[in-house]
C-alpha cells in the first residue's frame, strides 16, 4: 500500500526541491581578535538552522586540548620548534574537519587564524584533494576600538587566561597579535573564492563566489553586527480558537487575551519607551496584540503560524479521531511531518530566512508578536537548538522570552505576563 503524501519524509535540502548539499569549506583568515570565532558561529549556526549538517573545527581549542594554554611567545614565528607544533594542531584540526566531510557532514567552518600564504595553499590543496570547495572568509578591522573591546570581552575572559589579572591578559594577547602581524598576508586573488569583511561589515569585498550557499552566506555576513540589543519573542494573547483547543484560523483576542496583552504593553513600555521595532504576523491575534501595545508596527506573511491546511480550524482530537493516519504522522516525526495541503516545521523555517536576516540587521530592540510554531522556529536559531527540536520548544502564551545575543550566544529571560499587577517573583532567570 503506498503511503500518503504527507508521511513521506521532507527531509533534507533535496526534498525542498534543492541540489544536494555541496561539500563546502569556509576558512577563516585574520589576525586574533578580530571576530574570526563570532562570523565562524554565526556561519554555523545560520546553516545548521537551514537543515546542513555543520561544524565549526576551532584550532584555538584543539591547540588549548592537546597543548594546554600557551604564553605569547608561542606563537611567534621566529621559534621553529614551536611553529611545528602550531602546525601540527592546525592539521590535526583540518584532518578531523576533512573525515567530517567525508562523513555525514555537509558543511565545515575552519576556525584558524590561516594568516600565511603558505598555511591557505596546505588548506586549499588537502582540501582539493577530498573534493571539498574551499571560500576564505577574511575578517580584516582596523578599528582599534573594536580591536580593543573584543579582546577585553573575549580574549581575556578565554580559558587561554583563566585566573590571569585582566591587565595581564591583555597585555600578553597584544603580543600574541604582534607575532601574527609580523608575518600576517590578505589573501590574494590568485588563491581562489573569498569574502572579505571589513570593519565588522562596514565594506565586503567579494572575489569568485558562486553557487546558491557562498552567496546566501554573503548576504547574511551583509547583515551582522554587534551593538547589544534585545529580541523579545512573545505569542499573541490568548485567542477565541486558544480557548476551544482549535489550531490555525483567524480568530481575535479573548478577554484574557487582552488583558494580559495590557501587562505586555505596560512592561514593553517601561523598558523600551518607543525605541523598539514592533513585528507582527498578518493575523488577526498579533495584529490586535500590538494595537493593544500601542506602537507602530510592521506585519510579515513570513510570521504567520504555520499553515494547518486540511486541518485547519480542527482541535487536535478532531484531527486524532477523524485523520488517524495524519494524527499519528505527525506523532512519529512533528518535524517533518507536512499537514495536507498545509506546512512542516521544516517548511517555515525556510520561509522564516528573511525575517532572520532582518533580526540580525535591526539595531533597535525587536519585539516579535507571533505564534507557536512560528517563535519556536526562531528560538532555535538565536538560541542555536537542533532545529528538529523546535516542535518540542516551550513558548508558552502570556510569556515574553527576551533574549540577548553575546559574543558567541544568548543569554534568555523569560517573564510571565498576567492581568494582574507586576510581581518580581514572577521574574525567571534562564541562560542559555
Ligand atoms: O494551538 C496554537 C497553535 O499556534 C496552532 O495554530 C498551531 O497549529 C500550533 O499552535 C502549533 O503547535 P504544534 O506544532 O505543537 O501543534
Avoid at 70 to 96: G, I, M
Wanted: proline residues 6%; neutral net charge.
Amino acid at each position: 500500500m503506498s503511503q500518503p503524501d504527507t508521511l513521506k519524509p521532507t527531509s533534507d535540502a533535496t526534498s525542498l526541491g534543492l541540489a544536494p548539499p555541496p561539500k563546502l569549506a569556509f576558512a577563516m583568515v585574520g589576525l586574533p581578535a578580530r571576530g574570526k570565532t563570532f562570523i565562524a558561529r554565526k556561519i554555523a549556526r545560520y546553516l545548521s538552522w537551514l537543515g546542513h549538517s555543520t561544524r565549526v573545527f576551532n584550532v584555538g581549542s584543539y591547540r588549548r586540548a592537546q597543548l594546554g594554554r600557551q604564553h605569547h611567545s608561542f606563537f611567534d614565528p621566529r621559534n621553529e620548534a614551536y611553529v611545528v607544533a602550531r602546525r601540527d594542531v592546525a592539521l590535526a584540526a583540518l584532518d578531523d574537519m576533512l573525515a567530517y566531510l567525508g562523513g555525514n557532514g555537509d558543511i565545515a567552518i575552519y576556525d584558524a587564524t590561516n594568516s600565511t600564504r603558505e598555511r591557505r595553499a596546505l588548506v586549499r590543496t588537502r582540501c582539493f584533494a577530498q573534493g571539498v570547495e574551499v571560500v576564505f572568509v577574511e575578517s580584516i578591522c582596523n578599528d582599534q576600538t573594536i580591536v580593543e573591546t573584543n579582546i577585553r570581552a573575549t580574549k581575556a575572559r578565554s580559558p587561554d587566561y583563566e585566573g590571569v589579572p585582566e591587565e595581564d591578559a591583555v597585555r600578553d594577547f597584544r603580543l600574541r597579535i604582534a607575532h601574527y602581524e609580523s608575518e600576517y598576508e590578505e589573501v590574494g586573488e590568485d588563491e581562489g573564492p573569498f569574502i572579505k569583511v571589513i570593519d565588522v561589515g562596514r565594506k565586503m569585498t567579494l572575489h569568485r563566489i558562486q553557487g546558491y550557499l557562498p552567496a546566501r552566506v554573503v548576504h547574511f555576513l551583509l547583515n551582522l553586527h554587534i551593538q547589544p540589543r534585545s529580541v523579545w519573542l512573545t505569542r499573541h494573547g490568548e485567542s477565541t480558537f486558544n480557548v476551544l483547543g482549535r489550531i490555525g484560523g483567524d480568530a481575535p483576542l479573548s478577554d484574557a487575551g487582552r488583558a494580559c496583552t495590557h501587562d505586555l504593553a505596560r512592561i514593553a513600555r517601561g523598558r523600551f519607551g518607543s525605541r523598539v521595532q514592533v513585528w507582527t504576523s498578518t493575523l488577526r491575534r498579533t495584529i490586535e496584540t500590538a494595537e493593544i501595545l500601542g506602537l507602530p508596527f510592521r506585519s510579515w506573511r513570513a510570521l504567520d503560524e504555520i499553515d494547518a491546511g486540511a486541518c485547519d480550524g480542527m482541535t487536535y482530537a478532531e484531527i486524532a479521531e477523524e485523520m488517524p493516519h495524519e494524527f499519528e504522522a505527525r506523532k512519529a516525526d512533528k518535524f517533518r511531518y507536512r499537514y495536507p495541503r498545509g506546512e512542516s516545521y521544516q517548511d517555515v523555517i525556510q520561509r522564516l530566512e528573511p525575517v532572520i536576516f532582518e533580526l540580525e540587521r535591526e539595531r533597535e530592540p525587536v519585539i516579535v508578536i507571533g505564534h507557536q510554531a512560528v517563535l519556536r522556529a526562531l528560538y532555535a536559531y538565536m538560541m542555536d537548538r537542533p532545529p528538529r527540536e523546535c516542535p518540542t520548544i516551550s513558548i508558552p502564551l502570556h510569556t515574553i522570552v527576551e533574549l540577548e545575543p553575546t559574543a558567541y550566544g544568548c543569554d534568555e529571560r523569560r517573564i510571565d505576563l498576567a492581568p494582574a499587577p507586576l510581581d518580581p517573583k514572577r521574574f525567571r532567570q534562564n541562560v542559555g
